[in-house]
């Protein structure tokens, strides 16, 4: 079975460019995730879907970032105008059930110039 | 508010020598409590959970973490490391609360494992 699986895997940008991120979940799964990771920081927590409606949004940043699900499968996430501070390393996790545990993908890097 | 520490950036230990990679955590409640692995240019990998029940939780390649509740610590542990085991281990942590509990993890520390 695939793993949750996340596009693309590194992306250099310069400030005020518009990046978008791609997250294919795991398939079946309803719960979607994504986290962030900035250097030498914590994961945090950005938002949850289930399914196409977004449970939790309280973790993303500012109105920069837009994250859709439309049908309930895939996710993207864009950034837009991309900053500086926006560098990191975003992660896409998925879940069968909201409580259980979370499968990751590999990440996708972002370096914004 | 949840939070959590892992107060050591980098842990260095010989191949067969044991090895801790600290966590202690705040939150209110009973907290559910987790152990990833990011191995290089991979995602998180789960290694281990505490739910309930026996302190000690055994989990993936070998490792166990011991879930303290009068400390708030849930380090992770193994008898004999492996340069296999150099990655970088992230401590979680979620409420019990009922719905969704968004996961809450530390900064990371970074296990290296010399021949």
């Known amino acids: 079975e695939a793993g949750v699986t996340q596009f693309p895997s590194h992306s250099v940008i310069e400030k005020g460019q518009t990046v978008t991120l791609r997250c294919d979940p795991i398939s079946g799964h309803d719960n979607l995730y994504w986290y962030r990771r900035v250097m030498g920081k914590e994961i945090k927590f950005l938002l949850h879907?289930?399914?196409?409606?977004?449970?939790?949004e309280s973790g993303m940043p500012n109105n920069r970032f837009l994250a859709e699900r439309t049908g309930g499968t895939y996710s993207t996430l864009k950034v837009q105008p991309a900053e500086l501070e926006d560098s990191g390393v975003y992660f896409c996790?998925?879940?069968?059930?909201?409580?259980?545990?979370?499968?990751f993908g590999e990440g996708s890097r972002l370096t914004v110039l | 508010a949840q939070s959590v520490a892992q107060p050591e950036d980098q842990v260095n230990v010989a191949e067969g020598n044991p090895l801790t990679v600290k966590c202690t955590y705040s939150?209110?409640?009973?907290?559910?409590l987790f152990w990833y692995v990011q191995y290089p240019n991979r995602g998180l990998q789960f290694l281990l959970k505490?739910?309930?029940?026996?302190?000690l939780v055994k989990g993936s390649y070998g490792f166990e973490a011991e879930f303290n509740k009068s400390q708030t610590s849930f380090h992770l542990k193994k008898p004999s490391a492996l340069v296999s085991d150099s990655a970088l281990y992230f401590c979680?942590?979620?409420?019990?609360?009922?719905?969704?509990?968004?996961?809450?993890f530390g900064t990371g520390t970074r296990l290296l494992v010399s021949p």
């Open positions: 939150v209110s409640g009973n907290p559910y």
């Open positions: 505490y739910i309930t029940g026996d302190n």
């Open positions: 996790a998925s879940s069968p059930y909201t409580t259980g545990e979370l499968f």
């Open positions: 979680a942590v979620r409420d019990r609360g009922a719905g969704f509990q968004k996961l809450v």
């Open positions: 879907f289930v399914k196409e409606s977004k449970q939790d």
